[in-house]
């Protein structure tokens, strides 16, 4: 499943994939993977993205 929450608020920040990338310390393709549905983070990736984000886990990662 897509994660267009985690795009949406990466890209309300004006951060591209590379650039949150960088702030968490994983690869840009690690960031389209997750975004794509492709790859399920840790819970301590998903953790630092939501802090990078300013966002909570709930409202970047809970699917209903």
């Known amino acids: 499943m897509k994660n267009l929450r985690l795009k949406a608020a990466r890209a309300g920040m004006d951060l ?3 650039q949150l990338a960088d702030k ?5 393709q690690t960031i389209s993977a997750i975004e794509k549905g492709d790859y399920n983070p840790t819970i301590n990736l998903c953790i630092s993205i939501c802090k990078v984000l300013g966002k909570t886990l709930d409202e970047l990662f809970w699917v209903e």
Request: no cysteine; aromatic share 0%.
């Open 16 to 18: 591209s994939q590379q």
């Open 24 to 28: 968490v310390g994983v690869s840009r």
